[in-house]
């Protein structure tokens, strides 16, 4: 079983870039999505990936600036001469470290220890490979949202960003919801979209900060944990929903609770950072940009390999340019929509 | 000679924003974010751009045993250094600001998302080579 250290990383990262481009005709299965400003054809297996790819995203649509292409590779032993993945042979490895020396090669990449399952990206030509031991041995928050390293290193290429946060809209324009798992994020994006309000994603969306700060959708599923299923009624409303995920929740499609077909972006006016009050009734009131910083930043940044300064950098940029607000949440789902709603309403009158 | 009280940002995996003249600061090296008070921040504006604990502590803004021990937490949490360079005046804005502080000298971490570092079991390796590993020519 090889073993790559920091030093030979980049050449690890490349030999796996070439040997998936050699084996391209051996790869059963090719899908092609169309996301914001990227399409990216994925060559892989039959399976849960392959299923994944076709209704995990928000297919984009009506995009008006240039899109550029993509290629992934998501690859296994099996698929012509494709090798085991390497294990990692130096003492120590710190994602960071990890991050540093493929950037210096111009690469990106990300290695996930307990399943030796390996991410490698050369942006410059726009190819990755996902390399496992076998078709299914990827981890279990693969599916919910496929292919999301590659999506974060393309796109911090071109200075957008894959944002740890939830949305709510209303014609056009936008609330970004920000804070760590828990703090409600989901929970207010499924009560709006229950309630006749937009979103463009519950997790994870795609900012830009280009003519002010707007949000795209990437991703289709949203969860919610099964006391909130039922609060929100999604247990009578959704009968055919599957088991709870790796995470002990429910997921399912944002079009399964949309009132409308998924906007292809919203103009985000202000960014809130949600909390559950434990009272009755739902408030806004301002907060420091410190505080939306510290509650946006740090799992948008930590959950996503590399890119770390620049995304600091752009989170830092988003919160000076947006008014920071603390939604204090109740506890009655309609209330929380309302409150939202009449504060959108405000903004775009 | 180095300075006895000048400093600066430890690292270049040390990096910082300011946000109504509220600093937040990150480790990127560790995941490690930290978030001044109104006092902190403008202490550690001054002392990142290497102004000197004793020009700060000259204003009279701040007691000195309450700068020292937040410049040793500073110390301690790897964001700052002990510099080898001349000091830099302390900006007329900056007073302002430490003048106008309402909030005690603090700085908190926010850690909980930060890096663990994984330790490989690379004592199981018989040849600890690496990838690729070049066979030498005979």
């Not at chain 1, 740890?164 to 994006?189: F, Q």
């Amino acid at each position: 079983m090889p073993r790559v250290t920091l030093e030979t990383l980049p050449d690890y990262a490349r030999y796996l870039i070439g040997a998936a481009e050699s084996a391209a005709a051996a790869f059963p299965v090719t899908r092609k999505s169309r996301l914001p400003r990227l399409d990216i054809t994925t060559h892989l297996s039959p399976g849960t990936l392959a299923d994944a790819l076709c209704h995990g995203f928000v297919e984009a649509r009506d995009d008006e600036a240039a899109t550029v292409g993509c290629r992934i590779f998501v690859a296994h032993p099996g698929i012509a001469d494709m090798p085991m993945p390497a294990q990692w042979g130096d003492a120590h490895y710190t994602e960071h470290g990890f991050a540093t020396r493929l950037a210096e090669a111009g690469l990106r990449g990300h290695f996930y220890h307990d399943l030796d399952f390996w991410q490698v990206y050369d942006p410059q030509r726009r190819v990755g490979v996902q390399l496992m031991t076998t078709a299914d041995a990827f981890p279990p928050w693969e599916p919910a949202a496929p292919l999301r390293p590659f999506l974060h290193w393309e796109y911090a290429a071109r200075g957008m960003r894959l944002t740890h946060a939830g949305t709510l809209g209303l014609e056009g324009k936008g609330i970004l919801l920000a804070g760590s798992g828990g703090a409600g994020k989901s929970g207010t994006v499924a009560a709006g979209l229950l309630n006749g309000l937009d979103s463009v994603g519950d997790d994870y969306v795609l900012v830009d900060l280009e003519r002010g700060v707007s949000a795209r959708p990437l991703f289709s599923t949203l969860k919610q944990d099964p006391q909130g299923f039922a609060r929100l009624g999604l247990k009578q409303r959704l009968t055919g929903h599957g088991p709870l995920n790796w995470q002990g929740k429910y997921t399912f499609h944002i079009a399964d609770i949309a009132p409308r077909q998924v906007p292809a972006r919203l103009d985000i006016i202000a960014l809130m950072v949600p909390h559950i009050s434990g009272g009755k009734a739902s408030s806004i009131a301002p907060a420091s940009r410190r505080d939306a910083m510290l509650a946006l930043a740090p799992s948008g940044i930590m959950q996503m390999p590399g890119e770390r300064e620049s995304g600091f950098r752009l989170f830092g940029d988003l919160t000076r340019l947006l008014p920071c607000y603390r939604l204090s949440l109740g506890s009655d789902p309609e209330e929380i929509a309302g409150t939202v709603s009449n504060f959108l309403a405000r903004g775009i009158s | 000679m180095r300075q006895p009280d000048v400093y600066a940002v430890a690292s270049k995996d040390i990096v910082f924003e300011s946000f109504d003249g509220d600093a937040v600061v990150l480790d990127l090296s560790t995941g490690k974010y930290f978030g001044f008070s109104d006092s902190g921040s403008g202490v550690w504006q001054a002392l990142s751009s290497g102004v000197s604990a004793a020009a700060l502590a000259e204003t009279g803004a701040i007691a000195s045993a309450e700068l020292a021990t937040f410049i040793a937490r500073l110390l301690e949490f790897g964001l700052l250094a002990p510099a080898d360079t001349a000091p830099n005046p302390l900006p007329g804005d900056l007073i302002s600001q430490l003048a106008a502080a309402r909030e005690p000298l603090s700085v908190d971490v926010h850690d909980d998302l930060a890096d663990l570092i994984v330790v490989d079991p690379i004592h199981e390796v018989d040849e600890p080579l690496g990838w690729p590993a070049v066979k030498q020519a005979n």
